[in-house]
C-alpha cells in the first residue's frame, strides 16, 4: 500500500507557501523541503539564491531526489474534517429541503443501500480518489451503519495512502426502520468490530484511525449515547458527530433530552464531549454551550458550504475562534456540494462575509467588518486548524522541521503573450483555470489560486512522503 | 471571422434541456434540433424513437450533419449581462476592501494601463477565450475608457463570434486624475468614436453592438449623464451601468445629486433610464425607485458573487421577479471572482438562501423559503433571463423554433466500476468534475452538472450554428 512504499530523501524545491498563525500565511518564494525517508521534514530553507546553496548546506543531502515547482508552490495537504463518504452520488441533489426532510429523502435511501459491499467499493473508491485529487491529505469520514463497508472504506484510505477517520454510524432511532440499528447492543458490538478492524489493518493508526459517530443526538436513544462514550473511553478513540446545524433538529433535541439543559449537556452527559470529539456545525450554540465545548477541549468542524445548501444558517467562526475554540473546516459532503477544501475555503471566506452583512435586505447594512474571515485565515483552519481537530497538530498542517511532508503541488501556469490558448481552455495541459498573466506578486499568486484554483492546479499529492495522487502535470 | 463561416444543415441529436418559463426547465432525453445554413433552428423534436425518426419526419435534411451527444446534453448558450473585461487580471485579488476603495486600490490602476493596446490585446484575448469556454455566448461587456483598447475588444469579440455589447466606459470625475475624461465633449466623442467603429465592423449588429457605458452616477457629473443619455437616444444605442451596490456609494449618490429623489431618478433625469438600459447590482434600492425602473422598463444584472465578495449586500432577487422586473445575471469580474455563470448561477442560489436566512446569526433563525431561488430558476436568469435583458430575447435563450442556435455542448462522462480513475482526475478526458454513477434520473444529471459542473464539462460552443469553442472532449 501507498503509506509503506520506501522512499528516498526527497528535497522539494521551489516556492512554498503555509500558515504560521491564524493570521499570517508564510510565503517563500525560493524555498527548499528536505524530507528523510521516514517521510519527516529535516529542514526547511526559507530563502535559498540557488540549489547548489542547499547541498553546500546540508552535504548528506547531495545525492537526493529533487522535486521541483517553478510555476506554483507547494502547500500542505488539505484535512477535511468532516464528510460523509457514502453520500457522494447525491451530491448536488438537495432541492429546497432544510436537514430532517433532507435526510429523509435523499439521505437514508442512499446509505441503506451500502448493504451491497460491491456499490459501496465503487463509490467509496471513487470519492476517495476525489478528495485526493483536491489536495486532501487528511479526511474525517462518515461511513454508513454497515460494518462490511465501513472496513471497505477502511481498507481504500489505507491502499491509497491517505490519512483517515473512519467512522461507522450509529442510529437506534429517527431513521426508517430499514436502516437503523437494531439495538444497543447491536450498535456497540458493530461499531467495536470496526475499531478493531482498523486497528488490526494499521496497527499503530499511522494512516488510518476508528472513530466512533453517533450520527447525532436525534438519532441516537440516551441509553445509546452512554454506551457510545464508554466505547470511546475503553478504546481511547476518537468521536465525531453533529451539533447544532438546524433550528429544527435543535427543537427535536430539546423535546427528546427534556432533562438536559441543553444539545451539549447531552453529548456532555453521555462522556461523549472530549478532547477527542469533533463536532460538525455548531451554527446555533448558546455562549454556555461553547463555553462547555472549550473547557471540554473538543472540537468543531466548520461546513459552510453544507449550511448554506440546506440554509441550516451561518455559523459565526469569527466568535468561535475569538473565545480560543479549535476549527478546522468540513466540506460535508452531500449536504455540500464539492469535496474540495479549496472551495470550501472560499465558502467558509463567503459565509464570513455574510455574518458581515448581519442584515443583509435592509437598505442600510452596518458591516461587522470583524466577522469577515481573511485569505490566510480560510487556509489556516483548512490546514493547521484541522489537523488541530483531528488530533494531529504535531504531525502536519504545516512545513516545520519534524512534520511529516503531507504536501500538495500547486501549478498555476502562465498565459500566453497572444492570450488565449487557441481554445485549448477545457484541456489538460492549458494552464488550468488560473491566469497568471506575469506581473502577480507572490502573495497575488497565492491569492489567485485560492479564489479560481481547483483540481486542476494540484499537480500532486503526498502523504507522509509518499506520492498519493499525480495528475498529467506533474513531471519529476 | 468565425460569426460568418459558412455552415451546413445540422442536426443536433440528443438529449437537450431548457428553461420553458421561470419555473420550468424542460429536460429532453431523447431530443433532435435542426439547424439551418443560417444558424436558425427549424425543427424542435423532444421525443424521438430513434435517429431515422428525425430525417422520417423531415426528409429534406437527410444528408445534414449530425452533432450528438450521449453522456451528456445540449443546453443553450450562457447570457453574462455585467462583467469588466480589462479587471480579469485582478481577479481574486480584493482582500477586505468594499466598492470605494476596492475601485481606488484595485482597479483604476490597472484599467489606467490600457492604454497600452499591445497589453489590452492579451488580456482581452485571454478573457474572450475564457467566458467561451464556460459556454457564454454573449457577454456585456465594460471596456476601459481607451478608445483603441475598446475598438479591439470589439474586433477580438467579433473574430472570436461570440456576441457582445462593447462599451467605453466614462467618467468625468471620481477616478484618479490619470485615468478621467478630460471633459464632456472628449467624452462624448470618444464614446460616439467607439459607437461609430463597432456600427462599421458589423453593420447590423449581429455580433457585436455598442453600448453606451457611464461607469456610474459617482463617477460622472449631471451634465455628463445627460450628454450620455443624449447620445443614446441619437444612436439608439444600449445603456450600461451600475445601482445601488454599496451603501457608501448611496450615500455618495445622495450628496453629490441633492436635487435628485433618489439614485434611480439620476439616471431618469438624465434620460439614461431606457428599456435599452441594463443597471447593474441594484441591491439597497427602494419600492419607489423599483417601481420606477419597472415602469421605463429597465432591466437588471444580478452580481451575486461580487455583492458576497465585496460585502455590497445581497440583492432580494425574488422580490425584482415578482415585481416583474426582467433579470439576468452578471459575472462582475473583478469584483466576481469567476468569468463563469454556471457558478454565478450557483451563488445567485446561494445569495437567495442566505436572504431565506434573514437573521443568520440569530439562535433561532426563521426561514423565509419564499425567498430561494430553484436550480430552474437559476438557469433562466442565466438564459431566457440574460437575453431579456440585453434585448435578444427573441433571438436567443431557448432552443424554440425560429430562434438562433446560440448552445453548449455538455459532456458528464461516467464513474468506472472500478470507482477511481487510477489517478487521472484533474487531467483531460478523466469526466471532469462530475460524477455519474448510471442511477441518475435525466433531471438529477441536470441538477449535478449546476452544482458541481465547470468549463470541462462544456465541450462545445455555438453562437448562431457556428462552432466557437470546444475542447479535446468534443469530437463530432
Known amino acids: 500500500m501507498a503509506a509503506s512504499v520506501p522512499i528516498s530523501k526527497t528535497i522539494y524545491l521551489g516556492a512554498f507557501a503555509h500558515c504560521i498563525s491564524l493570521a499570517n500565511l508564510e510565503i517563500c518564494a525560493r524555498g527548499a523541503i528536505g524530507v528523510d525517508e521516514q517521510g519527516l521534514i529535516q529542514f526547511v530553507e526559507k530563502e535559498i539564491s540557488s540549489p547548489s546553496d542547499v547541498t553546500t548546506k546540508h552535504p548528506s543531502w547531495a545525492s537526493a531526489q529533487i522535486v521541483s515547482v517553478d510555476d506554483g508552490f507547494f502547500f500542505p495537504g488539505f484535512i477535511d474534517t468532516h464528510t460523509h463518504a457514502p453520500q457522494h452520488p447525491n451530491t448536488g441533489l438537495f432541492g429546497k429541503t432544510t436537514l430532517l426532510d433532507w435526510l429523509e429523502t435523499y439521505t437514508f435511501p442512499l446509505e441503506a443501500s451500502f448493504e451491497d459491499t460491491r456499490k459501496a467499493g465503487r463509490i467509496y473508491g471513487n470519492f476517495v480518489a476525489r478528495t485526493l485529487s483536491h489536495g486532501t491529505t487528511t479526511c474525517a469520514y462518515y461511513a454508513t451503519r454497515h460494518v462490511e463497508a465501513t472496513n471497505l472504506l477502511t481498507e481504500i484510505c489505507l491502499e491509497r495512502g491517505q490519512r483517515a477517520l473512519v467512522g461507522r454510524v450509529c442510529m437506534d432511532r429517527l431513521s426508517p426502520e430499514y436502516y437503523r440499528d437494531a439495538d444497543i447492543e447491536s450498535a456497540i458490538r458493530d461499531s467495536k468490530a470496526c475499531i478493531d478492524y482498523a486497528r488490526k489493518v494499521d496497527e499503530k493508526g499511522e494512516i488510518v484511525r476508528p472513530v466512533v459517530t453517533p450520527r447525532f443526538a436525534p438519532s441516537c436513544t440516551a441509553p445509546c449515547l452512554a454506551e457510545l462514550g464508554k466505547l470511546a473511553r475503553e478504546e481511547g478513540a476518537f468521536v465525531q458527530t453533529h451539533i447544532s446545524e438546524n433550528t429544527g433538529e435543535c427543537e427535536l433535541v430539546k423535546e427528546w433530552f427534556p432533562e438536559s439543559e441543553s444539545y451539549t449537556h447531552v453529548y456532555d452527559e453521555a462522556a461523549l464531549l472530549t478532547e477527542r470529539t469533533i463536532l460538525a456545525h455548531a451554527i446555533h450554540l448558546s455562549k454556555e454551550e461553547r463555553r462547555l465545548i472549550k473547557e471540554r477541549g473538543s ?34 459532503v452531500s449536504g455540500g456540494v464539492s469535496p474540495s477544501i479549496l472551495e470550501e475555503a472560499r465558502h467558509a471566506i463567503w459565509t464570513s462575509r455574510f455574518v458581515a452583512m448581519s442584515a443583509p435586505s435592509a437598505p442600510v447594512a452596518t458591516l461587522n467588518n470583524a466577522a469577515k474571515l481573511s485569505t490566510a485565515e ?51 495541459g492549458a494552464g488550468g483555470p488560473v491566469d497568471i498573466f506575469g506581473f502577480e506578486s507572490p502573495e497575488e499568486k497565492v491569492e489567485k489560486w485560492v479564489y479560481s484554483g481547483d483540481d486542476r492546479n494540484c499537480a500532486a499529492v503526498w502523504v507522509r512522503g509518499r506520492l498519493v495522487h499525480k495528475t498529467a502535470r506533474y513531471k519529476v
Chains 1, 2 share one sequence.
Open 299 to 332: 472540537k468543531i468542524s466548520h461546513c459552510p458550504a453544507s449550511n448554506t445548501a440546506l440554509t441550516s444558517g451561518c455559523c459565526p467562526v469569527r466568535e468561535l475562534l475569538d473565545e480560543g475554540i479549535t476549527v478546522g473546516l468540513g466540506t460535508d
Open 378 to 428: 480560510a487556509l489556516y483552519l483548512a490546514t493547521r486548524g484541522g489537523a488541530a481537530v483531528v488530533g494531529l497538530e504535531e504531525k502536519i498542517g504545516g512545513f516545520d522541521v519534524g512534520k511529516e511532508f503531507d504536501a500538495q503541488m500547486i501549478r498555476l501556469g502562465s498565459v500566453p503573450e497572444a492570450g488565449d490558448y487557441e481554445g485549448t481552455f477545457g484541456d489538460e
